[in-house]
């Protein structure tokens, strides 16, 4: 029902810049949470930022000051700004959007869904 595709992903030597961006398609009402979550290998998967429909953020505490996420409820895009970039950021990341609500049926919320990942590598 809700396709997310990512994209901005790569490969940055620490100190760097990337930005993510992800889009929503389908027949979406409303979407409450989009968010950044990342997997390192042997690690288990992290929410790294989040933002409600209504502006309200979340970091995790070893990117607050480095990552900066903002959405777009119009287009149901959120993008995900990573400067000062560090080794232990390499990860896949994903964009998730939670409590999305269909045009359909505004009224009952659908669920969510995963983006399919894209790889962020930070060496040098």
């Known amino acids: 029902q809700v396709q997310l595709v990512e994209s901005g992903g790569g490969l940055v030597q620490p100190g760097g810049s990337l930005r993510l961006s992800c889009a929503a398609s389908?027949?979406?009402?409303?979407?409450?949470?989009m968010g950044w979550y990342r997997q390192a290998p042997g690690k288990q998967r992290e929410l790294v930022a989040s933002?409600?429909?209504?502006?309200?953020?979340r970091y995790v505490d070893s990117v607050k000051g480095r990552f900066t996420i903002s959405r777009d409820n119009s287009k149901n895009t959120v993008n995900l700004q990573m400067d000062s970039l560090k080794p232990e950021d390499t990860a896949v990341y994903y964009c998730?959007?939670?409590?999305?609500?269909?045009?359909?049926?505004?009224?009952?919320?659908?669920?969510?869904?995963w983006g399919q990942g894209t790889q962020v590598t930070v060496s040098s």
């Open positions: 389908g027949s979406i009402f409303s979407i409450e949470v």
């Open positions: 998730n959007a939670n409590g999305f609500r269909m045009l359909s049926n505004p009224a009952i919320p659908s669920g969510g869904s």
């Open positions: 933002m409600s429909s209504s502006g309200s953020t």
